[in-house]
């Protein structure tokens, strides 16, 4: 099994930045990509963003894109999101999500097999 752990989750005001950060433990080396969910009160989870192993495949939800940016460090099997220029619409529970090896890329974007029990994030003034 593989556990996913986020951390930097918090309040803060339109237009600042603000940092997340998941680590995996486990069988982590059955883990292909990782990846970040979202859900915002009264709406369904989305996807956000992801990248697959050595970066081959990173991808963003349209809503993100340009702001937000992803990384991993495959050595300490983590998965970080640099979020910029926030906005309320922003204000959702942050989930990292990992992708079994050997599924297809995409399948993180709507199927993915791990799931970490998210960390708050707050855009208010």
């Known amino acids: 099994q593989v556990q996913l752990v986020e951390s930097g989750g918090g309040l803060v005001h339109p237009g600042d930045s603000l940092r997340l950060s998941c680590t995996a433990s486990?069988?982590?080396?059955?883990?292909?990509?990782m990846g970040w969910f979202r859900q915002a009160p009264g709406k369904a989870r989305e996807f956000v963003a992801s990248?697959?192993?050595?970066?081959?495949?990173?991808y963003y939800s349209d809503p993100v894109k340009g702001r937000f940016t992803i990384s991993r460090d495959y050595a300490k099997n983590t998965v970080s999101l640099e979020m910029n220029a926030l906005t309320p619409e922003d204000t959702a529970g942050y989930f990292c999500?990992?992708?079994?090896?050997?599924?297809?890329?995409?399948?993180?974007?709507?199927?993915?097999?791990?799931w970490g029990q998210g960390t708050q994030v707050t855009v208010s003034s």
């Open positions: 486990g069988r982590t080396n059955n883990i292909y990509s």
């Open positions: 990248m697959s192993g050595f970066a081959t495949g990173t």
């Open positions: 999500v990992a992708l079994r090896r050997f599924r297809p890329t995409e399948a993180i974007k709507t199927d993915p097999n791990w």
